[in-house]
């Protein structure tokens, strides 16, 4: 008797297969070989036939180089780290695709000769932000604190209201990050309040500047009092604002949202903030200011350690000068809008457990604590959260009262056939 074992395909042979040889081309040998070794190993035990060898390699190897995987926000938080904080526009996506190769991003291509690096970029964020005399980028919000400290504190002393002495995500605080550039921070004020006069008091020859730091993640209710940047500039010392979240100017929606355009009219030297949340661009920290103070930073030596990439330029710069980025797109969108959404899905999943429902997002990622954002959901059973978070792209929503939410404040509208396509099938 033929036993099909003996028809197994040889390596080459699997490899060279039209569909296993475009994936190998795709995602490297590396990736590929171990699968296939896999597959024939289990069809000599006779548990796969011969003619399935090559689409279960198709199956089973990776569809991309990297671990990460695509992602449905389906959770509400339009800036969630979990998930990588803001996603990029199409805009910005093409954009990092053409700095992928070799470009100009330190070239002037008129004269063959070395230019000044990001000139795009920075532009736009400066047209952006016509308050501030200067503009810089560095990779991150924390590395854009850090070159302030070390360029203007180092060895010398800096105000701060105790109750701003944050923590900033995984395990990271700010008293720590400053401290280990150097800076001896003096702490004024109580937690809860925190008067010009304490400022008055504790300056001294030896402050460099007044550093005052927006409270993310929490707020403070109660019996409480700051100080605003308008009247910490009578000091006579600068004022260096991070207002975190990176909002460039005020936005109806987050009335209580500080940004960067109006806290420089209000005084202050410098800014800084991360590129990654409000604003809807890549990983970066901004800092904007007085001209002098940001050259002043740039040509620091530490600036050097924290230079970015040309993928971050360029994505910063399509972010600034391009369409309405996600993130700016689910703040403009009207509840109404989504409940009709919600509905449509809902009618896609006729015969299954499904709702639409009101629902209530958040900003995330430090911004707007507190702020509710209107919204609507499809409320399904809760058992499906595992399989769709495990699905193909994998769905996140997040479970409230018993049942599992898809909220679609943080769903992009294209998205929601997959959303329906990905419930129907594990639901089965």
């Known amino acids: 008797m033929d036993d099909p074992r003996r028809r197994t395909p040889r390596t080459d042979a699997v490899l060279a297969d039209p ?251 410098l800014v800084t903030a991360s590129g990654d949340k409000l604003l809807g661009g890549p990983q970066c920290g901004l800092l904007l200011g007085e001209a002098g103070l940001v050259q002043r930073l740039r040509r620091h030596p530490f600036a050097r350690a924290l230079r970015v990439d040309k993928l971050t330029l360029a994505a910063l710069e399509a972010t600034l000068t391009g369409p309405p980025a996600p993130v700016a797109r689910a703040l403009a969108t009207r509840p109404e809008e989504l409940m009709a959404r919600a509905r449509r899905v809902v009618d896609g999943l006729d015969g299954l457990d499904a709702r639409a429902v009101a629902s209530e997002g958040r900003v995330g990622g430090g911004g707007a604590p507190g702020v509710p954002l209107p919204s609507a959901a499809v409320a399904l059973p809760p058992a499906l959260a595992l399989p769709l978070r495990q699905g193909e792209p994998a769905v996140v929503g997040h479970v409230h009262d018993g049942r599992l939410l898809l909220d679609l404040l943080t769903v992009p509208p294209d998205l929601d056939q997959t959303l329906v396509d990905a419930v129907r099938r594990v639901a089965g």
């Open 19 to 269: 569909g296993v040889a475009g994936l190998v081309a795709r995602v490297g040998a590396g990736l590929v070989k171990p699968v296939v070794a896999e597959v024939l190993a289990e069809c000599r035990a006779g548990t796969v036939p011969p003619e399935d060898v090559v689409g279960q390699v198709l199956v089973r190897a990776p569809r991309s180089a990297t671990s990460l995987r695509q992602v449905v926000n389906a959770t509400g938080i339009v800036v969630h780290t979990n998930l990588g904080r803001a996603p990029l526009s199409a805009a910005a996506i093409e954009a990092v695709a053409v700095a992928a190769g070799a470009t100009d991003v330190e070239m002037d291509l008129g004269t063959g000769r070395r230019g000044p690096r990001g000139r795009a970029a920075l532009a736009a964020l400066a047209a952006a932000v016509p308050d501030a005399g200067g503009v810089h980028v560095v990779n991150n919000g924390a590395a854009a604190l850090a070159l302030v400290a070390c360029a203007l504190g180092a060895g010398r002393e800096v105000l701060i209201a105790r109750g701003e002495l944050v923590e900033i995500g995984d395990g990271f605080r700010i008293p720590e990050l400053m401290e280990s550039l150097g800076v001896r921070l003096r702490e004024v004020g109580t937690t809860n309040r925190v008067r010009l006069a304490d400022y008055e008091v504790a300056a001294g020859p030896d402050t460099a500047f007044v550093l005052k730091v927006h409270p993310s993640n929490f707020r403070v209710e109660g019996f409480t009092s700051s100080v605003a940047v308008s009247d910490l500039t009578s000091l006579g010392l600068p004022v260096v604002a991070d207002i975190g979240s990176g909002l460039l100017a005020p936005h109806p929606r987050l009335p209580d949202e500080p940004d960067a355009s109006s806290v420089l009219r209000e005084g202050a030297a």
